[in-house]
Structures are given as structure tokens and as C-alpha cells.
């Protein structure tokens, strides 16, 4: 069973850096294929694809965000972590974190989503 | 990359079939048969419902099926039931090896 959980800080000021983590379980990126993405989602409007890592730290951003975003993953520990510099309220969110397995174009599996708000 | 354009919202009676289009371009949806949907009820995360434009994961009731013609991709819901009500959300690959999402459709159920 796969299973994804995000943390980070629930609060930042605008200008700052926003760091996330995402620790998963029941799958590895040292596994051929898989990958982890992130996606947020303002309150009440859509999803946003943000970025993707894949397990041989192949590593792609939506371009209207690339310029901000920085993926890593940590594979010993099960973790990707997402920097967005320069932060502004309209970043306040809910950022997920999701599993992409192997030769699949789709996130199969989410994690609860953590809610980031950007204020002074 | 825009987003994928879907209706804001649709509705249907409890058993009667409703359908959610989703329209892109020839770099997305048009390109390629990677589009998916996912369930997303208020509060939670979202749920894949539909891979690959017509595939359903195991645990995904049969009443869900997609399609796709040019580069409007569909979902379909039939036997509309109270638990389908929920916000709708297509997802395709893109040519820049990316994903864009649509807007999301809610789902009302009369």
C-alpha cells in the first residue's frame, strides 16, 4: 500500500522560501519508472501541476513556474522535497504531494495535501 | 501550457448518465492518450478515476468510462448515485513532457 504525506510550514511571509516535504511509503524511487509530483490547488480553484521527479532524478516544472520551483528527492529517506522562492499570497494553497508508478503518465496515488497560507 | 478547458459545472438526476468534456490541443490532449480524470469531494484529495483516456483502476466502479475524439476527452458517468456529487478534474500529458489539469467540473446531483 502506498501511502504520501506532505509537511512543511503552514504559514510564510511573502518574499520568503516555501520548502515542502513529501515522505512516502510502500514504493521507492530507485524503482525503474516511478515518480513523485506535486500539484497545489488555491481554495476554491483548480488544480495546478507544479513539478515531477522521476526515479533517475530526470526532473520536470510547469514552465510558468520553472523559474521558482526546485525539485530533490531523497531516496535513502523516501522524500521529495519542493522549494518555490519568492513567495506571494497568490501561492496560498494546498499543496499535494502524489506517486506516479512506473510507465504511467497519471498520479495514482495522493497525499492529504498541506495547506500553506502567505501573509504578512 | 493553458489549462484544459472543462464546464464549471454539470448536473443529473440520481440514475440518469451525465458527461464532462475536457478540450485541449493537439499538445496535449489531442497528442497524446494520456489523459486522466480524478474525483476530488470537498475537503480530500483528489481520487484517479479514469488513466490512459478509457482505462479504470481496480476498486473504480464500471459506471465510469472516458474517451477521447480530437482533442476533446470525455467522462462519462452512468447510474448517476448521491456519492458522484464532487468536483471533476481531466489531466493530460503535454508535449513539453509536463501535465496540465483542466479547470474542474462540479457535479451536482439533483
Known amino acids: 500500500q502506498i501511502t504520501l504525506k506532505e509537511s512543511g510550514p503552514t504559514l510564510v511571509k511573502p518574499t520568503q522560501t516555501l520548502t515542502l516535504t513529501c515522505t512516502f511509503s510502500?514504493?521507492?524511487?530507485?524503482?525503474?519508472?516511478?515518480?513523485v509530483g506535486w500539484i497545489r490547488q488555491p481554495p476554491g480553484k483548480a488544480l495546478e501541476w507544479l513539478a515531477l521527479?522521476?526515479?533517475?532524478?530526470?526532473?520536470r516544472y510547469s514552465p510558468s513556474l520553472k523559474s521558482r520551483l526546485t525539485i530533490t528527492k531523497d531516496t535513502s529517506k523516501n522524500q521529495v522535497v519542493l522549494t518555490m522562492t519568492n513567495m506571494d499570497p497568490v501561492d496560498t494553497a494546498t499543496y499535494y504531494c502524489?506517486?506516479?508508478?512506473?510507465?504511467?503518465?497519471?498520479?495514482?496515488?495522493w497525499g492529504q495535501g498541506t495547506m500553506v497560507t502567505v501573509s504578512s | 501550457q493553458s489549462a484544459l478547458t472543462q464546464p464549471a459545472s454539470v448536473s443529473g438526476s440520481p440514475g440518469q448518465s451525465i458527461t464532462i468534456s475536457c478540450t485541449g490541443t493537439?499538445?496535449?490532449?489531442?497528442?497524446?492518450?494520456?489523459v486522466s480524470w480524478y474525483q476530488q469531494h470537498p475537503g480530500k484529495a483528489p481520487k484517479l478515476m479514469i488513466y490512459?483516456?478509457?482505462n479504470r483502476p481496480s476498486g473504480v466502479s464500471n459506471r465510469f468510462s472516458g474517451s477521447k475524439s480530437g482533442n476533446t476527452a470525455s467522462l462519462t458517468i452512468s447510474g448517476l448515485q448521491a456519492e458522484d456529487e464532487a468536483d471533476y478534474y481531466c489531466?493530460?500529458?503535454?508535449?513539453?513532457?509536463?501535465?496540465?489539469f483542466g479547470g474542474g467540473t462540479k457535479l451536482t446531483v439533483l
Open positions: 502524489a506517486h506516479r508508478a512506473a510507465v504511467a503518465v497519471y498520479f495514482d496515488i
Open positions: 510502500g514504493s521507492s524511487l530507485s524503482t525503474s519508472g516511478v515518480g
Open positions: 521527479i522521476y526515479w533517475d532524478d530526470d526532473k
Open positions: 493537439s499538445s496535449d490532449v489531442g497528442g497524446y492518450n494520456y
Open positions: 490512459d483516456v478509457s
Open positions: 489531466s493530460s500529458y503535454t508535449s513539453s513532457s509536463t501535465q496540465v
